[in-house]
């Protein structure tokens, strides 16, 4: 039978424990603040401590914003507070707010004051709207020039006016790390196979080994489940693989099937937030190509 496994922290926690359980229970569990203070308890105060940092507080001393940040920290807060609004995967990185200070506000700060200033106010104004945000990072280790991996993600674009979805092409090479990236109309096969020629051309060749995919429609007809890898690919998938003469590895579906590419998802994610964040206001798709 399943227990529960969240604990109550007595007093003789530590605190460091105490905001772990909170934190925990948030997340999986899903409580509201005022269940998380009864079931622990604590006071809400605490409970939202807890949940816009791992690490407790210690004794209050004034908040001090670096001088030359000053002026500038309400157009940083507007801008983490409209990532809440924002598609998830469009959200400002740390360099992506220096980059606007200094492109649109003339700022003279350094970057490493802008990330410190970020890492600490983005959960708090999570927590101010009743959101939590969470992270996760997964590492890969390939041999060189073997393998690549690809993956679509969404993308919104001002195009000629009108805001639109398109998706994001991304190629990546496991080992190095260059990547190719091409936002295109849509997902389909034309583009799934485009995006492949031009990420060849432009890295100067073909894996050695295979190339990791999700089960795109695009290249897999059916996943033959309880066999293990086995896939019914796209016959014009096939032709195009034998052609450049590379084999596909196709990952699990679900999160094993995430852990296996992680390299391109974080690379998409990455990319989008670096280049496509705020949304780009284009005539045309081939602008951002």
Known sequence: MATNASVVVSGTGSRVELFAAIRRDARVEEYSIRELARRHGVHR????????????????????VA?????????????????????RKQRHTARRVHARLVD???????????????RRRRPEIAVEHGKVAVVAMV??????????EVDFGEVWVVLDGVKTKCHLFVYRLSHSGAAVHRVYPTCGQEAF????????????????GHIRYDNLTSAVSQVLYGSGRRRTENPRWV???SHYGFDAFYCHPGIEGAHEKGGVEGEVGRFRRTWLTPMPEVKTLDELN
């Open 104 to 118: 649109e506000h003339d700022a003279q700060v350094s970057y490493s004051t802008v990330r410190d200033y970020v």
């Open 193 to 208: 196979l485009q995006g492949h020629i031009e990420a060849f051309e432009a890295l100067g060749g073909v894996p050695t």
């Open 239 to 241: 032709l195009f693989r």
């Open 45 to 64: 105060r605490t409970v939202r401590q807890a949940l816009a940092s791992a690490e407790p507080p210690g004794r209050k001393t004034p908040t001090r």
């Open 67 to 87: 001088p030359k940040l000053g002026p500038y920290v309400e157009v940083v807060d507007a801008m983490l507070v409209a990532d809440l609004d924002a598609p």
């Open 139 to 148: 590492p890969q280790d390939h041999a060189p020039g073997v393998e690549a």
